[in-house]
């Protein structure tokens, strides 16, 4: 099966600019996940969507970032205006609904902010 | 909130010999799930093996097997004959078995080097 889909790879703005990553995951899967992984530390969940609709965004600065899922199927996270400290590499992953094997992670878009 | 600790930032082993992350946790949950994951540099998160908090059997998988220690909350990796593909980051994570939120709380990783 194919697997979770991310881009752009890379991006590199200007601070106070805006970006935008997109994530297509495993088709079926209900369940979609942005992480976020600053450089030295482990992945942090920004926000987990369950089809359309958002289970978890306590960890979402929803001051600057935000996020959609349109159609429960492809999803969008948004950062508006980017910070130094927003450098890291963005996650993405995905799995079945209440699936407890755990989920395929995608190869993540590397954010830098100059 | 549960935490997850990996003591060791950097390990190394020869190729074909064995080695063993670390990994700690602290949960009030009785039920959860540990992983761990690989990290190659590509940054694609691999999941490596699984472990459900309810099983007393260590999970196996190939040549990477688990000690698990539900009263000390340990949870180590061991590798065996290790290859030098497995060299990467390598992270312990915390997935809570109940309803809401299935977030995975991931430890600062180990970076594994495989030497020749």
């Known amino acids: 099966e194919a697997g979770v889909a991310q881009s752009p790879r890379y991006k590199i703005i200007e601070k106070r600019q805006s970006v935008a990553f997109w994530c297509n995951p495993i088709s079926g899967h209900a369940t979609l996940y942005w992480y976020q992984q600053i450089l030295g530390q482990g992945p942090k969940l920004l926000i987990q969507f369950q089809n359309n609709g958002v289970v978890d965004d306590s960890q979402l600065p929803k001051d600057r970032f935000s996020a959609e899922r349109l159609k429960g199927v492809d999803s969008t996270l948004k950062i508006q205006p980017a910070k130094l400290e927003d450098s890291a590499v963005y996650l993405c992953?995905?799995?079945?609904?209440?699936?407890?094997?755990?989920?395929?992670f995608g190869s993540g878009t590397r954010l830098t902010v100059v | 909130a549960q935490t997850v600790t990996q003591s060791q930032p950097e390990m190394s082993v020869q190729e074909a010999e064995t080695v063993t992350l670390s990994c700690t946790y602290d949960t009030s949950e009785s039920d959860y799930y540990l992983f761990w994951y690989k990290q190659p540099p590509s940054r694609q998160m691999i999941l490596v093996i699984r472990q459900e908090a309810y099983k007393q059997q260590n999970a196996t998988e190939n040549r990477f097997s688990v000690n698990f220690q539900k009263a000390a909350k340990s949870f180590s990796l061991k590798i065996s004959d290790s290859q030098l593909g497995d060299a990467a980051m390598y992270f312990c994570a915390y997935r809570s078995a109940g309803g809401g939120s299935e977030k995975l709380v991931f430890g600062k990783g180990t970076k594994l080097t495989v030497n020749p």
């Open positions: 992953a995905s799995s079945l609904a209440w699936d407890r094997r755990g989920y395929t």
